[in-house]
């Protein structure tokens, strides 16, 4: 009785510590980051790293510009391919596929999660980049935003699809009934009163995918061509900018930390520093979207 | 039965979830721009029965049926089912406004159906809005979200997007019974008004809104061996006070159920 009681006292504060931590180590984290950052902010300057286009640490030249455009596209890229591609996915989990098929897809796109950055990386080398280098365009090597773009669309599948999956499901059941009855079709009860039904929730898993995508590095190194160059179009086409070899923000980091000394291995902390920043600001972006559509 | 036309005809139906029987044997016609009330104890078949004539039981995994229903002598099984649905409009027992502005909900119903004409839409909304005795309280503000208005609001709102669709029945299941004794009394009123147009079906587990509001009074049963018996279908007024069957009565007096 007395043990009982005193765990459930205890248990409490125990949580509470947990929580704490958790919320202590983001805060080390974040000031470690910016501590190791500021020599580089100082030195360089904020405005200089970020509107600076070229990055030549031999030369102290330490613009970002391409890295956040590198990161930008390549997680533009992804979403737009990998959005419809995940919501229809969940779509079929929630609403079309018989128990015994989803039995077997959901534990497959789960799947998907759990295989390591690297060997995404490997097989994009190894089947997509040689891919997408047929595409006819001059400049095209095949390693680049897109073979980037749609290695990563399948590396936030599984998030999206699970979420925007889970959020279709808790759509009352009386909304379904209450389309249906009013003689539409299953698509267009999915399209017209699911689907927006479910939006807050849809929203929520793109930018944890947002979130993801900005964050991935090991397999976008492997792909990306990793140019240090504002990645421009190849053509009179703006799209072919897909085309063309780029570097991530987070690639920047792994690929140069191992060697870095002085403001150079500052600057990159500071770039670490920027793409912590880019990534509250998208869910700063998200949860603001999210309250008005309950507003 | 009068002479007045039948909208609907049930014969020899039989409805299975799986292996479990819900509706047996049920035979019965419901006259056009009348009001037919389904009443009997909890877990009768009553909204099974309901559900039946839009075949919404069709979502329902595992369900299977017997013998025939016909709409103005078509069989509403080799109709097509949306068709059908537009034709036979329903009400729930729990106001379900889709998360939308109110003139969204009343208006999705033709929206489905292809209708973009703006006029045409604000016209339905405003028809189906009085026809349910809601424009008054709506009128100036139909952007406001339909989960905003009162549960009974939100239960004239439903039968409002029913309209909308134009359907020549209603199919209403316990549709008062989430609601406070006023808004209860509104939604009466209002059926009574309706079946000037519609065919109306409404199941009901308050006597006195059967007596109230029905012309018809179909009284379903089930005992230890079946389930969903057809044990009288009568005039209301007949039902109530001069049922032909024991277990009518002994239901209408509040003996069992
Ligand atoms: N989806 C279903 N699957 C299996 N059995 C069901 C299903 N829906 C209803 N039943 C069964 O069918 C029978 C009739 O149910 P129904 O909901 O039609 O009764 P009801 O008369 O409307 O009851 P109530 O007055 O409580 O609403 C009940 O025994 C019920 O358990
Ligand atoms: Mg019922």
Known sequence: MKLTYLVDRSIKYILLVCALLSVFILFLIAVFTLREGL?????????????????????????????????????????????????????????????NVRAIVRPAVELLAGIPSVVYGLVGMVVLVPMVRQIPVPGNSGYGLLSASIVLAVMILPTITNIAEDAIRAVPQSYREGAFALGSTHWQTITGVILPAARSGIIAGIILGVGRALGETMAMIMVIGNSVVLPKPLNDNPITIFLRQARTLTGNIAVEIGYATGVHESALFATGVILFMLIMLVNIAARMLMKERHA | MTGSEIKLETQNFDLYYGNFQALDDISLQIPANQVTAIIGPSGCGKSTFLRAFNRMNDLIPGVHTDGEISMEGENIFNMDVVALRRRVGMVFQR???????????????????????????DEIAERSLRGAALWDEVKDDLGKSGLALSGGQQQRLCIARALAVEP????????????????????????????????????????????????????????????????????????????SDQRTEDYITGRFG
Not at chain 1, 71 to 94: D, E, K, M, W
Not at chain 2, 101 to 119: A, F
Request: glycine content about 8%; proline content about 6%; charged content about 20%.
């Open chain 1, 39 to 99: 020599e580089a902010f100082q030195t360089i300057g904020v405005g200089q790293m970020l509107s600076g286009t070229v990055w030549r640490p031999g030369q102290d030249q330490y613009g970002i510009l391409a890295m956040i455009l590198g990161s930008v596209l390549v997680t533009i890229g992804a979403i737009a391919i990998g959005v419809p591609f995940a919501l229809g996915c969940a779509i079929f989990l929630a609403e079309v596929a018989p128990d």
């Open chain 2, 168 to 243: 020549d029945v209603i199919l209403m299941d316990e549709p008062a019974s989430a609601l406070d004794p006023i808004a209860t009394l509104r939604i009466e009123e209002l059926i009574r008004e309706l079946k000037e147009d519609y065919t109306i079906v409404i199941v009901t587990h308050n006597m006195q809104q059967a007596g109230r509001v029905s012309d018809y009074t179909a009284f379903f049963y089930t005992d230890e061996s079946r389930t969903g018996i057809l044990v009288e279908f009568d005039n209301t007024k007949k039902i109530f006070t001069n049922p």
């Open chain 2, 95 to 121: 106001p379900n406004p889709f998360p939308k502005s109110i003139y969204d909900n009343v208006t999705y119903g033709p929206r489905v159906n292809g209708l973009r004409d703006r006029d045409k839409l």
